[in-house]
């Protein structure tokens, strides 16, 4: 089970973009996330006509480690660790560490 899955809700701990709250778009491989408005960086693209692209400066979000965002807790107003737990019945849930409120409810 992962820490931080796509959809999340995470704060960008270290790095220029420290601070900045996104939404994790895609997990790219094992360690790396793309989080929304963070680690956006200027590409310069030639324009392909086979692909219908125009060529230009665009601004594009690169991967993160995963080890560089922390889910951001909602009750707390901060970024938070995240460890998993096993209920009764066998299902493993992810919590917060710092209030031990379930993140998946």
Known sequence: MRKIRKGDDVVVTTGRDR??????????????????????VKKHQRPNPMKGLTG???EKEMPLHVSNVALFNPGTK??????IRKLDDGKRVR???????SVDA
């Open 19 to 40: 601070g900045k709250r996104g939404t994790v778009l895609r997990i790219v491989d094992a360690d790396h996330v793309l989080v929304e408005g963070a680690n956006r």
């Open 56 to 58: 230009g400066i665009i």
């Open 78 to 83: 901060k970024a938070d660790r995240v460890g």
């Open 95 to 101: 919590f917060f560490k710092s209030n031990g409120e």
